[in-house]
């Protein structure tokens, strides 16, 4: 069992940053895949990053490429999602979720889930 806290989001202006991070408890945290996740109204819920379980592997949708960054620490239990030149479309509540396996991009392979946290882009 693995409980997911996101914190980090808030109201930012095109083209700045935020870093999202997601507390996570329980014994298997260290084994798990974790990813990030969002969901815009009206929108289906998308995959934005994941992170392997030792880190090394870590993956990307392309239209955050290069601005955001996924990193993880097994020691703390936190996994952070660093976003940096914020767009307006990156508005989106955001979900940290872990799955006890490969990491994948699709949401129903995850096994736990945070409650979300609102990130807002102003133009």
């Known amino acids: 069992q693995v409980q997911l806290v996101e914190s980090g989001g808030g109201l930012v202006q095109a083209g700045g940053s935020l870093r999202l991070s997601c507390a996570a408890s329980?014994?298997?945290?260290?084994?798990?895949?974790m990813g990030w996740f969002r969901q815009a109204p009206g929108k289906e819920r998308e995959f934005v990053a994941a992170?392997?379980?030792?880190?090394?592997?870590?993956y990307y949708r392309d239209s955050v490429k290069g601005r955001f960054t996924i990193s993880r620490d097994n020691a703390k239990n936190t996994v952070l999602l660093q976003m940096n030149s914020l767009k307006p479309e990156d508005t989106a509540v955001y979900y940290c979720?872990?799955?006890?396996?490969?990491?994948?991009?699709?949401?129903?392979?995850?096994?736990?889930w945070g409650q979300g946290t609102q990130v807002t882009v102003s133009s």
């Open positions: 979720a872990a799955e006890e396996g490969v990491v994948t991009r699709t949401p129903s392979d995850y096994d736990y």
């Open positions: 329980g014994r298997t945290f260290s084994s798990c895949a």
């Open positions: 992170i392997s379980w030792n880190g090394v592997g870590t």
